[in-house]
Nanobody, 127 residues
Framework: QVQLVESGGGLVQAGGSLRLSCTGSGRIGSYAMAWFRQAPGKEREFVAAATWTGGTTVYANSVQGRFAISRDNAKNTVFLQMDSLKPEDSAVYYC?????????????????????WGQGTQVTVSS
């Protein structure tokens, strides 16, 4: 089974940018990929997802227009570009994957659909 490792988290001022990376230990080309986040005392929430081709992406309303998910299947890596960061974006960000190669199926926004998870990377946005 593919294992996922996130990187790129850190401390940034409000209005700044970060780029998270998620690299698989094997080929991820057959997987829908997503980013979730969890802040202290809060439930895990969906952030963004992409189909296995990257041709269809979906975003949470809270990050729409500020975050962008992309993927490089040749490098087994998914990215989350985060711009115009706000303090409320502070959380541990998790990369997740589930096998899905059907054409026309949008990527799921439910964490229950994803069965492979990374260990998370901390993002802290200071005001």
């Amino acid at each position: 089974q593919v294992q996922l490792v996130e990187s790129g988290g850190g401390l940034v001022q409000a209005g700044g940018s970060l780029r998270l990376s998620c690299t698989g230990s094997g080929r991820i080309g057959s997987y829908a990929m997503a980013w979730f986040r969890q802040a202290p005392g809060k439930e895990r929430e969906f952030v963004a997802a992409a189909t296995w081709t990257g041709g269809t992406t979906v975003y949470a309303n809270s990050v729409q227009g500020r975050f962008a998910i992309s993927r490089d299947n040749a490098k087994n890596t998914v990215f989350l570009q985060m711009d115009s960061l706000k303090p409320e974006d502070s959380a541990v960000y998790y990369c997740a994957a589930h096998y899905e190669i059907r054409i026309g199926v949008p990527p799921s926004q439910s964490g229950d659909e994803y069965d492979i998870w990374g260990q998370g990377t901390q993002v802290t946005v200071s005001s």
